[in-house]
């Protein structure tokens, strides 16, 4: 492996990263799914990612954008008349509960596109990056984030994040009590369970009274209000386009660098899922996928052991392999499955390809996530420098043909990128 040093410090180029982030959410604000304002920065990082790739692909795909966040209103309706058919019918209850928490579960947790029809078509896009290697291509990493921007969780705005995980947690177990009911009434009346709840089974469904609170909750979850997602998206993708481009003049021989800017990703990782659909069939065991979306605590860097809601389990070569990579450079790294927080790395692992999640954010969901905070007066340029050194990092290792060092910041202006063999082994 040879000694490749970049004539680039890390502290330079967050500087410069947060002045890009800057930038695009001033110039293109309310980059919502299938806006003309996503598709503006599309185009405008298509021409940054020119500046270190060979190959630049704007690719548009179609998305239904109010899916995601579409089963809402039907789900807490029908949760309600469950509340209510109970004290008359638990046939009745029953199935509106199955009914009410089906759409919930494919589409907002299991990220299935269930709903997707019965809302309007749109077009976004996914930008592509390929930086080629000069013989035949035996491995290719591929550089992932969004660069898209949802709609504000009103409920976490409003009330904090332990509030809205309190609320979130009552809406399950406020499913899970009027289940046990409704199950409890049918064994004790016996057929379809009709007929006027009485007795201790009508204080049952009069307690159960009290989940209206955090189900109506539900209906103002998010609002209008499109945030800046300076963190979560835009932090993770210039960092992506930063460390493509500091090896615009690293000729790799067997290696393919990548970068992929997923559009829609804060309505369920539409794009990842178009451009699996685009793709699957043309990468194998030499590709690994890195996604990393937001770097903005240092000291809360995680590698996803499980995603989508702990569903896909992380491929265990991969995880180790994350977790040298950050020791390589200083970093203390935990494993972590998230739950709120889930990456496009859950959506290539659960279709097959290799994948890793890298984030950098607090496990506590801090103010920031999903909220108005999340703009570009809220950075961390240290945590982005972090991200910066960890993607050039992973990618010298997983090619096993150079390892990359960075110039100290009074070097960095007159430094030139040099080689120097050494007689480190290939990964």
């Known amino acids: 492996m040879k000694e490749c040093k970049l004539p680039f410090d890390a502290q330079h180029v967050?500087?410069?990263?947060?002045?890009?982030?800057?930038?695009?959410?001033?110039?293109?604000?309310?980059?919502?799914?299938?806006?003309?304002?996503?598709?503006?920065?599309?185009?405008?990082?298509?021409?940054?990612?020119?500046?270190?790739?060979?190959?630049?692909?704007?690719?548009?795909?179609?998305?239904?954008?109010?899916?995601?966040?579409?089963?809402?209103?039907?789900?807490?309706?029908?949760?309600?008349?469950?509340?209510?058919?109970?004290?008359?019918?638990?046939?009745?209850?029953?199935?509106?509960?199955?009914?009410?928490?089906?759409?919930?579960?494919?589409?907002?947790?299991?990220?299935?596109?269930?709903?997707?029809?019965?809302?309007?078509?749109?077009?976004s896009q996914n930008v592509y990056a390929v930086k080629h290697c000069s013989g035949e291509v035996k491995k290719r990493i591929v550089l992932v984030s969004h660069y898209d921007a949802g709609n504000e969780w009103h409920t976490k705005f409003a009330f904090g994040t332990t509030a809205f995980v309190t609320q979130r947690a009552l809406n399950i177990v406020g499913v899970a009590y009027l289940a046990a009911i409704n199950i409890a009434r049918w064994v004790m009346v016996g057929g379809i369970g009709a007929g006027i709840a009485y007795g201790n089974m009508l204080y049952a469904g009069l307690a159960g009274l009290f989940f209206?609170?955090?189900?109506?909750?539900?209906?103002?979850?998010?609002?209008?209000?499109?945030?800046?997602?300076a963190n979560d998206g835009l932090s993770g993708a210039v960092t992506a386009i930063a460390a493509l481009n500091s090896l615009k003049d690293v000729q790799f021989e067997n290696t393919e660098v990548c970068v992929l800017l997923a559009g829609s990703g804060a309505v369920g990782m539409r794009g990842a899922m178009a451009f699996v659909d685009a793709h699957k069939?043309?990468?194998?065991?030499?590709?690994?996928?890195?996604?990393?979306?937001?770097?903005?605590?240092?000291?809360?860097?995680q590698v996803n052991t499980r995603e989508l809601n702990g569903f896909v389990k992380s491929d265990k070569k991969l995880?180790?392999?994350?977790?040298?990579?950050?020791?390589?450079?200083?970093?203390?790294?935990?494993?972590?499955m998230p739950v709120f927080?889930?990456?496009?790395?859950?959506?290539?692992s659960a279709n097959g390809l290799r994948s890793l999640g890298f984030n950098a954010i607090s496990a506590n969901l801090p103010d920031y996530y999903r909220t108005r905070y999340d703009s570009y007066d809220n950075l961390s340029e240290d945590c982005i420098g972090l991200g910066y050194r960890l993607a050039l990092e992973v990618i010298g290792r997983y090619s096993g043909e150079y390892h990359f060092v960075l110039q100290p910041s009074d070097d960095s202006a007159e430094a030139h990128t040099t080689y120097v063999d050494d007689d480190t082994p290939k990964d």
């Open 319 to 336: 995880v180790k392999f994350a977790f040298d990579s950050a020791a390589s450079i200083g970093a203390k790294c935990r494993g972590h």
């Open 212 to 229: 209206v609170i955090p189900w109506g909750a539900t209906l103002f979850f998010v609002s209008r209000r499109i945030i800046d997602g």
């Open 281 to 301: 069939q043309e990468f194998g065991d030499e590709t690994v996928f890195l996604v990393a979306n937001i770097w903005r605590e240092s000291g809360a860097l």
């Open 14 to 123: 967050a500087a410069d990263a947060a002045d890009e982030i800057k930038y695009i959410c001033k110039h293109f604000d309310k980059r919502f799914s299938a806006s003309d304002s996503e598709k503006a920065a599309a185009e405008y990082l298509a021409g940054r990612l020119a500046e270190g790739a060979q190959d630049v692909k704007t690719e548009p795909f179609k998305v239904c954008p109010r899916a995601y966040f579409g089963w809402i209103t039907f789900t807490v309706v029908c949760l309600l008349l469950a509340l209510v058919s109970y004290f008359f019918s638990t046939l009745v209850s029953c199935m509106l509960l199955i009914v009410a928490v089906v759409p919930y579960m494919l589409e907002y947790v299991l990220f299935k596109r269930f709903y997707d029809p019965l809302f309007k078509q749109s077009e």
């Open 341 to 348: 927080s889930n990456t496009e790395s859950g959506i290539f």
